[in-house]
């Protein structure tokens, strides 16, 4: 990037994730996306790309090798057991990705907690959507209040849950448990994905409970509403719907609709993880703007 340029970016997957972040890409003054990238060129969500303006391609991560100039950012909207030989194989040519996929192979990164941390590491990842929801303020609650434990369960449409996600649930419940280990320092941690069959369809939702002791019901609803807060700057339509405290226990509720008019309210698991996607590439693409302006890194 020379300061002016947006970022040449690439989408590899285009299923519910892939198309919608898309259509966030092309809102982004600083991004640039030149190619869509699946496996069937008949599908579904290459076709829309196309519809939307966008170059595609049907032949995998060797689509974006093969292209004549390597892409400043890949975003890997594919699948966990795929996303190992992608990086293998986009890492020599200097290409920085943002994995979307639960593959426990970049550095993780929740915007709000550690987004400072995507300077200095290549390979991105975005852990989970239930993470990206769970993450902000279960870190925020732990570093006032000790717990013991944590569980987190997530419901959300079936409508919502593409077939990547549906194939790597395992992968997305061990890469978001392995998270909030992660960024509360609490060992003992459990989490669920409910996927609901309802109509009309289930909003996306994460509950999270804390055992310890000694919570205190002013500054666990002031942190929850904090971290709350900052997730709203980039995914508006994160929502606390309960947050209940006696001495032993926290329990926490938040919803997410999706915002804008691309994809259905209900699908806020998908709206949230590409909005945080999106926000760490401009984090990026700023910074390499200001360094080409500066000089300074």
Known sequence: ?????????????????????????????????????????????????????????????????????????????????????????????????????????GHMVAPTVN???????????LISCTGQAAVPILHALTRRHPAEYIEVVTTAASASV??????????????????????????????????????????????????????DAESVRADVENAAAQVRAFAPGLAVKACTVTDERVFVAVEVAAAGERIPRHMGNVDIINAAAVLVAERWALSDAAIATTGVS
């Open 115 to 125: 987004g400072a941390d995507t300077r200095s590491h290549r390979n991105v990842n």
């Open 162 to 215: 593409g077939r990547a996600t549906r194939l790597n649930l395992d992968e997305y419940i061990d890469t978001t448990q392995d998270a909030v280990r992660t960024f509360t320092a609490v060992p003992e941690i459990k989490v669920m994905v409910n996927l609901s069959p309802a109509s009309p369809p289930a909003m996306f939702r994460v509950a999270m409970s804390l055992l310890g002791g000694g919570f």
């Open 1 to 105: 990037m020379n300061g002016s340029e947006p970022l040449r970016v690439a989408i590899l997957g285009a299923g519910l994730i892939g198309i919608d972040l898309l259509t966030k890409v092309q809102s982004s003054a600083v991004l640039d996306c030149r190619l869509v990238v699946g496996r069937d060129d008949r599908a579904y969500g290459l076709r829309r790309a196309a519809a939307l303006g966008c170059a595609t391609a049907a032949d995998g991560i060797r689509s974006l090798v093969a292209a004549d100039r390597p892409f400043d950012i890949v975003f890997d909207a594919s699948n966990a057991l795929s996303h190992v030989e992608h990086w293998e194989r986009l890492e020599p040519l200097g290409t920085r990705l943002i994995d979307l996929t639960p593959s426990m192979v």
